[in-house]
């Protein structure tokens, strides 16, 4: 991790662009129009979607990014070209053409869930002055970067002419060039230094139905050998990737709750990409990418990752104890000052018996954002707000079990009865407590910049436990 962030790599983005639409919501009631769900609006945002996430993905490890593309005239395009400006990289390369429509995801999300997704997009190919214009260009600028990202959605940059063209004017400057496939014509990738399909998008480029290793192997050394790749990766979910070069590597990942694979397909491009520049070898760029979507799979939307959560992920796989998730709030303040741009999420309660309800609510909280921080009431302070035969456990064992799941970043105790002096201090973005306290006042919602309410399985606490225990 030490020689990644000691380089800043310079990376070229070339692909579709367009824009991720969040509508976000909940829902009480069935429309009495129609048997569809109604949902309240609470909050809207944008953020960059197909290429433009693997250009968010760079940005957010530290890379030095441009770009090429062609989009439309039209009110999302100026919108786009806002949000790169805002991240700081240049649009002077992108081509506008006249006609087109640029590509905007609209999702509607409730309760955790999808509801529904609508798009305006234009998906024909770009016309031949538009190829020629971008060619021209990238002749220009292809020995100012150290590698060139290929992010094909197929939504028409990438037509088969010009990829070949890009993919040969490389290799003639000696550039990495990775590409993020579509479509079951794979042809226009070939000379590609790596491919990075997923097992269904390997599938129907060969048609080979992968169902067990043998297929497996036989659809990665095809892509491999017929596309004359250096590389061909194929990424499995949660079992990993496999990865074809001189010989198969199979690359697992830890199982992890995934909430949102969004995206996941560029934080694996642009991961490479970043690790292969820096000069790591493929095994440990395939494990450094393989850590990222990891990552990036327990967000919701489409998501980015940063060195220091990567690292963060490793250390917790390499860790066998629990406890060092365990910190004092001066401990955690220094770890904060290195994820200033994340978002940081606090939740706090007793948890004195763990149960499912308990591992549910902290798994969807840890969706809102980056970095989940309990807050755990001490033992005198459960005393307090419990009574005098509570808690069950002492915060010292409540703290270590709390620490051994996935969703918790980090445990912090505190004394007082509310953790009011405790989220001043943190200064954590989102604030996230049960449902039962919709309608009431949120202590440290003035402090926080968001408060999200998560709903409680029915049934499950732990006074009932206790209760059921003593019969």
């Not at 790749?229 to 690359?251: N, P, Q």
Request: glycine letters at 8%.
């Amino acid at each position: 991790m030490d020689k990644l962030k000691a380089y800043t790599p310079k990376i070229l983005v070339i692909g579709d662009l367009m824009l991720d639409h969040y509508l976000w919501g909940s829902c009480e009631r069935i429309s009495p129009e129609a048997p569809v769900q109604v949902v309240d609006i609470k909050k809207e945002t944008i953020v960059l979607g197909g290429a433009g996430n693997v250009i968010n993905n760079l940005i957010t490890m530290g890379a030095d990014v441009g770009v090429l593309s062609v989009i439309g005239e039209d009110k999302n395009a100026d919108e786009l070209f806002e949000m790169l400006n805002n991240c700081g990289v240049e649009t002077a390369n992108i081509v506008k053409q006249k006609g087109r429509l640029t590509s905007k995801k609209s999702r509607v999300i409730a309760v955790h869930q999808q509801i529904i997704r609508y798009d305006t997009e234009s998906k024909n190919s770009i016309n031949f002055k538009s190829e020629e214009e971008l060619f021209k260009r990238f002749k220009n600028l292809v020995g100012k970067f150290d590698a060139i990202l290929l992010s094909d959605y197929g939504k028409g940059v990438l037509t088969k002419n010009l990829t070949s063209k890009l993919i040969q004017e490389a290799k003639k400057n000696k550039r990495f060039v990775l590409v993020d496939p579509k479509g079951d014509d794979y042809s226009k990738y070939k000379g590609a230094t790596l491919i990075t399909p997923n097992k269904k998008e390997a599938s129907e480029a060969t048609k080979i139905d992968i169902k067990d290793e043998k297929s497996l192997l036989e659809a990665g050394n095809l892509l491999k050998e017929s596309l004359e790749l250096d590389y061909a990766v194929i990424t499995l979910s949660e079992d990993g990737m496999a990865v074809f070069g001189d010989e198969v590597l199979k690359i697992p990942t830890v199982a992890r709750e995934v909430f949102d694979v969004t995206g996941a397909g560029d934080t694996v491009l642009a991961s490479f990409g970043y690790a292969l520049c820096a000069g790591l070898d493929i095994e440990k760029s395939a494990l450094f990418a393989t850590s990222a979507a990891a990552v990036v799979v327990g967000k919701l939307g489409s998501a980015t990752v940063s060195l220091d959560e990567i690292d963060m992920y490793e250390q917790s796989l390499r860790s066998a104890k629990a406890n060092s998730k365990i910190k004092s709030k001066e401990e955690l303040v220094s770890i904060l000052k290195n994820f200033r741009d994340k978002n940081v999420i606090f939740t706090n309660g007793c948890f004195d018996i763990l149960h499912v309800g308990h591992v549910k609510y902290l798994e969807v909280a840890k969706s809102f954002g980056d970095m989940l921080i309990v807050g755990l009431n001490s033992d005198d302070s459960v005393k307090r707000l419990k009574g005098k035969n509570r808690p069950i456990n002492s915060s010292d064992d409540r703290a270590y079990v709390l620490s051994a799941l996935e969703s918790v970043s980090f445990v912090v105790e505190f004394n007082e009865d509310t953790p009011y002096e405790l989220i001043k201090f943190i200064k954590p973005d989102i604030l996230v407590k049960g449902g039962d306290y919709k309608g009431k006042k949120v202590v440290g919602s003035d402090i926080v910049k968001e408060v999200k309410l998560v709903d409680f399985i029915d049934g499950k606490s732990t006074t009932k436990i206790i209760q059921k225990a003593r019969l």
